[in-house]
């Protein structure tokens, strides 16, 4: 059984700064391939970052390039996501995501993954 859990959400000002972390139970967590997604009220589940099973590769969307890192340690079975200059359109629920045979075509699909966390708010006041 594979348990994903998110921490670190919170509420900030414009400008500022959060890191997320998600610490991933269960299999080897060097065998999957992690993404962070988000969701506002009303709207779907969207690609925010992924990363490759070693970190070596990183993928973000257009709309957080350059203000969010993605980033995981293999020995703390953990995924981040480092959000600077965060934005009052940054505010949402944060998801992790992991799967062991995610193909790189579909690392920004929601359905692709197939393990889930429960999701942390991010709230960005203006």
């Known amino acids: 059984q594979v348990q994903l859990v998110e921490s670190g959400g919170g509420l900030v000002q414009a400008g500022g700064s959060l890191r997320l972390s998600c610490a991933v139970s269960?299999?080897?967590?060097?065998?999957?391939?992690m993404g962070w997604f988000r969701q506002a009220p009303g709207k779907g589940r969207e690609f925010v970052a992924a990363?490759?099973?070693?970190?070596?590769?990183?993928y973000c969307a257009d709309s957080v390039k350059g203000r969010f890192t993605i980033s995981r340690d293999n020995a703390k079975n953990t995924v981040y996501l480092q959000m600077n200059s965060l934005k009052p359109e940054d505010t949402a629920v944060y998801y992790c995501?992991?799967?062991?045979?995610?193909?790189?075509?579909?690392?920004?699909?929601?359905?692709?993954?197939?393990?889930w966390g429960q999701g942390t708010q991010v709230t960005v006041s203006s």
């Open positions: 269960g299999r080897t967590f060097s065998s999957y391939r």
């Open positions: 990363i490759s099973r070693s970190g070596a590769v990183t």
């Open positions: 995501a992991a799967d062991p045979d995610l193909a790189i075509a579909t690392i920004r699909i929601p359905g692709a993954y197939d393990y």
